[in-house]
């Protein structure tokens, strides 16, 4: 049980555009899902925390104009970057929490973009 | 806020014990511990939700010392599986419920 997926699993991309990446639960509800971002050989370092109906709190530093998110529903999850750059690069990584796992995260497999 | 991990890196021969601690200036409501492989997403391995608690995962246990606001993670008798970076997450207390912040990790190498 507590399975999340993300897709897609790789995206290239041209500087500019915009990328958008899934996460879903699969057998369960998740109150709270959470976005972070790796660097390699790096910790995962939160960006943002999002409820579903409810707008994402960001963390310091991070751009709510760039990395859009969106909670439709208890297992639907989305994150958007606007108008990457090679700097945006990165392993970007979805977890979900529910109320009965005492808070525990379980992570989808990840996201790895590369913007050319 | 992020915890502090020790030791960086370790290296292992099959077999043999490891010891991985994680240290924080804060209040503890929780520790995580997880494991990545190179590429892949962190799996969950247990959380600890009270001082003094102990856990146990096959031949992967940890224990929480609330007071000292740390947490050790214990891996006996390694196996090539155990290879990978683990990563403590803890939830302040008073925090935000869920808000996790990760150490920077340890390597861990098992040879054969």
């Known amino acids: 049980g507590a399975v999340v997926s993300q897709h897609p699993s790789r995206v290239i991309c041209k500087s500019g555009t915009s990328v958008k990446i899934e996460c879903r639960s699969l057998?369960?509800?998740?109150?709270?899902m959470f976005w972070y971002r790796q660097f390699p050989k790096q910790s995962l370092m939160l960006m943002a925390t999002?409820?579903?109906?409810?707008?994402?709190?960001?963390e310091q530093g991070v751009e709510k104009d760039k990395f859009l998110i969106n909670h439709a529903s208890l297992t639907l999850s989305t994150l958007t970057v606007t108008s990457a750059h090679p700097e945006d690069s990165s392993f970007y990584i979805c977890s979900a929490s529910f109320w009965t796992a005492g808070e525990t995260q379980y992570f989808g497999p990840g996201t790895r973009l590369l913007v050319l | 806020q992020q915890p502090v991990q020790s030791p960086q890196a370790v290296i292992l021969r099959e077999g043999e014990d490891a010891v991985i601690n994680c240290s924080s200036s804060?209040?503890?409501?929780?520790v995580h511990w997880y494991r990545q492989k190179h590429g892949e997403a962190p799996v969950f391995l247990m959380i600890?939700?009270?001082?003094?608690e102990q856990k146990g995962h096959e031949k992967i246990s940890a224990s929480f010392n609330e007071k000292k606001q740390q947490s050790s993670l214990y891996l006996t008798a390694s196996q090539l599986s155990y290879s990978g970076t683990y990563f403590c997450?803890?939830?302040?207390?008073?925090?935000?419920?869920?808000?996790?912040?990760f150490g920077r990790g340890t390597q861990l190498t098992v040879w054969p």
């Open positions: 600890l939700l009270k001082g003094g």
């Open positions: 804060k209040a503890l409501y929780s």
């Open positions: 997450g803890t939830v302040n207390r008073g925090s935000t419920l869920g808000r996790l912040y």
């Open positions: 999002s409820n579903e109906g409810s707008k994402a709190t960001y």
């Open positions: 057998d369960f509800q998740a109150t709270t």
